[in-house]
């Protein structure tokens, strides 16, 4: 990693602020190549972590841009090793030329993630981290934002570092009585220990037990309108996201597929799913929309069963009704009440049901309101959520090997046996914070980075 890595770090769109960064031994001196101080000193006798004027130049030497720049001698840094950053004004053809400058002299392009992955090499921070770094970047909530914070702090890690000592502790203990019989180490009995690793497994439920909400929190609740033709589905939508989404006419049928655009019902992000209306038809076309209709309404978090309150209850109603209550949780909204009304509360199996005018945006704060309420998380976002699906998998296997060891305990199974179980949990846990990680795990994990970071 002694190459020297450049890249722009605020993206190639239009911004006040553009930031080329730079990492590796010897980036203060390429940087000084391309990054003139006004006082004329090189760039690497400022002071560390202190910001210093002077001007970005192109490969041929002109001025692009008056600019501050930044040297962060590792390692004491992101990555670890020596950094530098040069911030100038955002324009993609300044920042185009000022990176290409930073190749002729010397950097090399960095790769996705690249920045991040140094980090973790480095040991600035582990795994739990570098997937919070991501998690920061796409958070669209402020709950979100903060276990990520929380997160790249080491919360996670924290909360199982007692855990994994534990086990290692236990491990240790029992190969050094097997190596050293003649010293005078205490005996080793898995009795002892038995105790402390059912709390170790019941900590390790809870945690996987946060992993539906660290879903919801990270990717939004999936909620899926479900109604028979015509109801107001498409009308609904548009009215919660707060603009025309979905094409909306007084024919029957007009959404044939599924329509899903994102929303914010106050700390709750939510994808909403516009589903074609659900009845019997030979339309090919629109008995396709009606499967996936259906397949929504399954996955959804929250089915809203849509009814044209204005229309009496029929087969089709009652057909959407029973698609709705495949979700894990349903409710209904009696829409068109700007109509005299034909379909009552009392006629719905749901609760809670709200009564709405979608076309008039009358009647949908109750419906907000509840949705927030419903689905805020109940949780500390203090970077305890399980947020991916990587992390619950490492945490699932390692409560699974805990398990089967303190079976095997209580069967009067060879401490050996049980000794294999415990490292398998050991395994799990540092495959989950980077102690033991695969190089295809670190390369599935940053290659979900931009470049830049």
Request: glycine residues 10%; negative net charge; charged residues 25%.
């Amino acid at each position: 990693m002694s190459d020297v890595i450049a890249a722009i770090a605020t993206g190639k769109q239009p911004c006040a602020i553009g930031i080329l960064r730079l990492s590796g031994e010897g980036c203060g001196e390429i940087a000084g190549k391309v990054f003139r101080r006004k006082n004329g000193l090189p760039l690497t006798d400022a002071q560390p972590r202190s910001l210093v004027l002077g001007t970005l130049h192109d490969k041929s030497g002109r001025v692009l841009d008056q600019a501050l720049a930044v040297f962060c001698p590792g390692p004491h840094s992101y990555t670890g090793e020596d950094t530098v950053e040069l911030q100038c004004h955002g324009s993609p053809a300044v920042l185009t030329a000022g990176l290409e400058a930073l190749y002729q002299a010397g950097a090399r392009p960095a790769q996705p993630g690249e920045f991040t992955r140094r980090a973790f090499l480095n040991g600035q921070m582990d795994l739990t981290g570098a997937e919070a770094v991501m998690d920061l970047i796409e958070a669209r909530t402020e709950d979100m934002a903060a276990n990520a914070a929380a997160q790249l702090e080491g919360a996670l890690a924290r909360r199982l570092a007692p855990i994994y000592e534990g086990l290692t502790d236990i491990c240790s203990h029992y190969h050094a009585v097997l190596d050293y019989p003649d010293e005078e180490i205490p005996e080793f009995q898995l009795a002892d220990f038995a105790e402390g690793l059912r709390g170790d497994q019941a900590e390790l439920g809870r945690l996987l037990e946060s992993c539906r909400r660290g879903r919801i929190l990270k990717q939004g609740v999936r909620i899926a309108l479900v109604g028979k033709p015509n109801a107001g589905k498409s009308s609904l939508l548009n009215a919660l996201v707060g603009y025309d989404r979905a094409i909306v006419t007084e024919l029957p049928g007009t959404t044939r597929d599924t329509v899903e655009e994102s929303a914010r019902f106050g700390r709750v992000l939510a994808r909403i799913t516009d589903t074609a209306g659900i009845r019997d038809t030979e339309d090919k076309i629109e008995a396709l929309g009606v499967e996936r209709s259906r397949a929504a309404a399954e996955q959804a978090d929250l089915a809203i069963f849509v009814c044209d309150a204005a229309v009496p209850l029929d087969g089709e109603d009652r057909e959407a009704m029973a698609a709705a209550r495949e979700a894990k949780q349903a409710i209904a909204v009696l829409n068109k009440t700007d109509l005299p009304q034909r379909v009552f509360r009392v006629q719905l199996p749901f609760d809670p049901i709200f009564a709405v005018s979608a076309a008039r945006g009358e009647g949908l704060a109750p419906l907000c309101r509840w949705i927030e309420e419903r689905f805020a998380p109940d949780l500390p976002c203090d970077g305890s959520i399980l947020t991916n699906t990587r992390q619950a998998e490492a945490v699932g296997r390692a409560a699974e090997a805990l398990g089967r060891a303190l079976e095997a305990m209580e069967t009067g199974i060879t401490p050996d046996a049980v000794l294999t179980e415990l490292e398998a949990a050991l395994e799990a846990l540092g495959e989950l914070t980077g102690r033991t990680v695969r190089e295809d795990i670190t390369n599935r994990i940053f290659e979900r980075f931009c470049v830049g970071k």
